[in-house]
């Protein structure tokens, strides 16, 4: 069953930035464009290298207009002493949700249940708090933030210019389609 459009359930958990905890709610994300990088757990290895380079694209989704919440089923005492112990976790700006309780891994339909962790998904959510994109990988395959960049910032181009559609490799600037009988087939 597909999620696009979905819409994200009331929400309440920590979440760990800038050195302190904090609570994230549903009502944070209304109202702008957000990203939800879900990876199976702190302190393993694939997960520490893309959180960095989420990091450090960071500003660009800012600029973008977007906020990134990165989200493990770790509570937001782990989260601290992942970034006490970890250079690349420290180099980390955006709030880091705790799920424990699993109840955003359920909603966006990415828990484990056997092994209470998530499987390592990106999901892009409008500022109606609807999913508009999303990807699951296997747990052993990182991801690359400037893709996952690039489709924010497609998303919101289609969602703006709802006449166009963003081809592959599309980046702002670049020229898109108009559906129409020419493109019967195409999209």
């Known amino acids: 069953m597909s999620l696009i459009n979905k819409e994200v359930r009331d929400f309440s958990v920590w979440a760990f930035q800038d050195s302190s905890f904090k609570t994230v709610s549903k009502a944070d994300i209304v109202g702008k464009w957000s990203v939800f990088f879900f990876y199976p757990a702190d302190f393993t290895f694939v997960c520490p ?3 960095e380079d989420l990091a450090e ?8 207009g977007c906020e990134v919440y990165s989200v493990s089923c770790d509570t937001h005492f782990v989260h601290k002493a992942w970034h006490d112990m970890s250079r690349a976790i420290q180099k980390i ?7 424990p309780t699993m109840v955003l891994a359920r909603d966006f339909d990415v828990l484990i249940e056997e092994d209470g962790i998530t499987d390592r998904a990106s ?9 508009v994109a999303y990807e699951v990988l ?6 690359n933030a400037d893709e ?3 489709r924010v910032e497609a998303s919101q181009y289609v969602a703006k210019h709802t006449d166009q559609v963003c081809p592959a490799r599309w980046k702002p600037g670049a020229k898109t ?3 129409g009988p020419d493109l019967v087939g195409s999209l």
């Open 93 to 99: 700006q955006y709030p880091m949700l705790a799920d």
């Open 57 to 64: 694209c960071y500003d660009r989704f800012k600029a973008a």
């Open 49 to 51: 290298t893309e959180l």
């Open 138 to 143: 296997a747990g052993n395959v990182g991801r």
């Open 148 to 150: 996952l960049l690039r």
């Open 123 to 131: 999901f892009i959510v409008n500022p109606e708090a609807k999913i």
């Open 177 to 179: 389609l108009t559906p």
